[in-house]
């Protein structure tokens, strides 16, 4: 079945540091690939998405790009700030092909930002 | 703010107990999904509803059920309470795009 893997945490950073957080994922479709942040105490949010190969899904600074060829989704950051401290999980799910809409998740990987 | 609403927010009870979860979903989306979080097993997909309808289901225990209503409210029902199904339980909803919204949770604790 289909599953994602993201880099084990956690990873903790200095305030302004480089963030990438990887992520692959196999298929037998065609999915749509999501991040989503949890921030302590809360649900998730949806942070960005890419549908389609070479889609760059972007927002709040953040950035992943989706790459079939190395079915990869890495998230990444140029200047993390301590409001970023959060778990982050990187998704899939096949609506639009015909496969499963549920949401198939990674473990989740846990940054600490530091000031 | 998602749109999506569950109560309770804590819920706290005994082993051997049954327990209602209660998700409203956003305005106008008729997909309704539950998922279960935990630290051993992470999120793991329950069950989802369409306008009603069962469409699919994932790891979902049988002492488990769900419903939704004609107001595209879902009730998640969870009997037979065993320590080890204290969790969070989210409630997502979706309409006409791929993107799934998630309510706050409800975080059950069995004792």
């Known amino acids: 079945g289909d599953s994602v893997t993201q880099m084990e945490g956690p990873v903790t950073l200095s305030e302004e540091a480089c963030l990438t957080i990887n992520c692959t994922y196999t298929a037998t479709g065609y999915p749509s690939l999501f991040w989503y942040v949890q921030y302590p105490g809360e649900g998730l949010q949806l942070l960005l998405k890419a549908t389609k190969a070479d889609d760059k899904g972007s927002n709040k600074g953040f950035e992943a790009t989706y790459r079939k060829e190395t079915t990869s989704f890495h998230l990444e950051k140029g200047s993390v700030q301590v409001s970023d401290s959060a778990v982050y999980f990187c998704a899939l799910s096949d609506l639009w092909r015909g496969g499963s809409e549920k949401l198939v998740f990674g473990k989740g990987t846990k940054l600490t930002v530091n000031p | 703010d998602s749109g999506v609403t569950q109560t309770p927010k804590h819920l706290i009870t005994a082993t051997g107990q049954r327990v209602t979860l209660r998700c409203s979903p956003r305005s106008g989306d008729l997909s309704v999904y539950w998922y279960q979080q935990s630290l051993d097993q992470g999120l793991q997909f329950l069950i989802q509803?369409?306008?009603?309808?069962?469409?699919a289901k994932g790891n979902i225990l049988e002492r488990f059920s769900a419903q939704q209503f004609p107001d595209l409210h879902s009730e998640l029902n969870l009997s037979s309470l065993e320590l080890g199904d204290s969790a969070l339980y989210f409630c997502a909803s979706r309409g006409d795009t791929d993107t799934q919204y998630f309510g706050p949770g409800t975080r059950l604790t069995v004792l």
């Open positions: 509803y369409y306008n009603g309808e069962e469409r």
